[in-house]
Nanobody, 124 residues
Framework: VQLVESGGGLVQAGGSLRLSCAAS????????IGWFRQAPGKEREGVSS????????YNIDSVKGRFTISSDNAKNTVYLQMNSLKPEDTAVYYC??????????????????WGQGTQVTVSS
């Protein structure tokens, strides 16, 4: 399995970015993709997740109404649209994958496959 993130960058507070996670190599159709982030000196935190088969999603409270996760199954790509960005959103963002039968919870320990990460920096 290979997961490749893209779309990070530097943006001013209040701005937007769209991250992409291109997935390949899954041997089963029903998998979930999660987005996580890790700021310097902090633990990795789950942000949002989506089931590829039924499109169900889960978001943490701090990003509800600002971040939207979506999936383009034809392209095997999951997106994280991030609006109204805040300086506290600054982090390396990772996408991760696992079988959807394990649900959409966002504890990092239980996700099997990881991308290399993309830096998001929000200036004040």
């Amino acid at each position: 399995v290979q997961l490749v993130e893209s779309g990070g960058g530097l943006v001013q507070a209040g701005g937007s970015l769209r991250l992409s996670c291109a997935a390949s190599g899954f041997t089963f159709d029903d998998y979930a993709i999660g987005w996580f982030r890790q700021a310097p000196g902090k633990e990795r935190e789950g942000v949002s997740s989506i089931s590829r088969s039924d499109g169900s999603t889960y978001n943490i409270d701090s990003v509800k109404g600002r971040f939207t996760i979506s999936s383009d199954n034809a392209k095997n790509t999951v997106y994280l649209q991030m609006n109204s960005l805040k300086p506290e959103d600054t982090a390396v963002y990772y996408c991760a994958g696992r079988s959807a039968r394990y649900g959409l919870d966002l504890h990092p320990w239980f996700w099997d496959y990881w991308g290399q990460g993309t830096q998001v920096t929000v200036s004040s």
